[in-house]
């Protein structure tokens, strides 16, 4: 996989910075501006949510009625001054940004947050010299989850599926890449911890640290 790999491929959240604790604390402020007091077992509950799932909890839960569109707009206005304030980097991104550089391998973003919020967290956090190019699920038009957001993607970047390595740490994004035939390398998240498992079925390196890699 690595001895082929001519681009490399990065989620933002979760995988180059450590920022999906705070999506998902943004699950119980929804919950609190509605004038509910979620319990702490709820709070927990909600920090292991995404997308239709934690719109699903809403409902049941709390009885609110949660258009996911509208919950994402929300979403994306609360983490903007989390962005801009900034975030960790994962361990030893960078380095390893400066490795696959010097190998000649492409550095290439592709993220489900829109492309304006995401330059936001990429500029603030100084990655975006080190990148190729940056991909969002609203420029591309397809979500993570279908295999054809991934072969949109190396088309653009200009590689065959089988020269890409995806890195990343959501369940659903590693299953598709895997499925479009790409190489697929999952990083540890206090949000994946329940996933573990399934984690170690689809990719084929798992790692706490970039720092474990060439």
């Known amino acids: 996989m690595f001895e082929t790999m001519k681009a490399a491929i990065f989620d933002m959240d979760g995988t180059m910075i450590?920022?999906?604790t705070e999506w998902r604390k943004l699950n119980a402020e929804f919950v609190r501006a509605r004038g509910i007091v979620p319990t702490p077992e709820e709070e927990a509950e909600m920090l292991s949510m995404s997308g239709?799932?934690?719109v699903s909890y809403f409902k049941e839960h709390f009885g609110i009625e949660a258009d996911f569109e509208k919950l994402c707009l929300e979403a994306c206005r609360l983490m903007e001054p989390v962005y801009r304030a900034g975030v960790p980097l994962k361990?030893?991104?960078v380095d390893y940004l400066h490795r696959l550089k010097a190998r000649g391998i492409k550095c290439v973003v592709a993220t489900a947050t829109p492309a304006r919020l995401a330059l936001i967290a990429?500029?603030?956090m100084g990655l975006v010299p080190e990148l190729d190019f940056i991909y969002s699920i609203d420029m591309i038009g397809l979500d993570k989850g279908d295999p054809a957001f991934f072969d949109a993607l190396c088309g653009l970047i200009g590689h065959k599926k089988e020269e890409c390595v995806m890195y990343e740490d959501s369940l659903y994004a590693m299953k598709s890449a895997k499925r479009a035939g790409l190489g697929v390398v999952g990083i540890t998240d206090p949000t994946n911890e329940g996933d573990r498992a399934a984690i170690l079925e689809n990719c084929s390196v798992f790692?706490?640290?970039f720092d474990e890699l060439d």
């Open 207 to 209: 790692i706490d640290s």
């Open 18 to 20: 450590d920022s999906m």
């Open 122 to 124: 990429l500029n603030r």
């Open 52 to 54: 239709m799932m934690v």
């Open 91 to 93: 361990p030893g991104i």
